[in-house]
């Protein structure tokens, strides 16, 4: 029996199709349509294709509950950005696990942090959207998760 992989890809790297079976998932699951026939025609999709990928695509917020993740970040050599940071994954209520920052060179730091995610946290992928549009931040990725 083949292992499963998991891959953790940006949304603009994913095809449309499967982008329209989240969105029919997400209506079947708000209750805003009365049959998955009524959700794919409104979407704009087959219920072939649907069903085809319905258990194999999901908002990485959705699978996140109970687990770990962990991010490389690189960010300005700066007093207090480290502090910001640790601040969002607070304000998200996210527990901190682990915390590594490297000696700073040519004023970029370079940060590894694994999380978890509790029952109790909010929506990760906004997390990590919030702290990618800072400007202080030049590179964010998740390298794994668990």
Known sequence: MEKIKYYVVKKK???????KVVEVKRLLDTGKVQSIQ??????????SSFY????????FHEAEKG?????VVQMD???GILADMLK??????ANVLTIHQ?????????????????STTGNISEMIDEM???????????????
């Open 52 to 59: 085809k990928y319905k258990d194999d695509i999901f908002p």
């Open 77 to 79: 050599d700066m007093p």
């Open 88 to 93: 969002m994954i607070s304000e998200y209520r």
């Open 132 to 146: 990618e549009q800072k400007p202080e931040i030049h590179y964010l990725k998740i390298v794994g998760r668990e």
């Open 67 to 71: 687990q770990t993740i962990t991010l």
């Open 38 to 47: 009524e959700a794919v025609e409104s979407i704009g999709i087959s219920r």
């Open 102 to 118: 490297s000696i700073p060179l040519n004023g970029i730091a370079t940060l590894t942090l694994t999380l978890e995610v509790l």
């Open 13 to 19: 790297a994913v095809p449309e199709v499967l982008l």
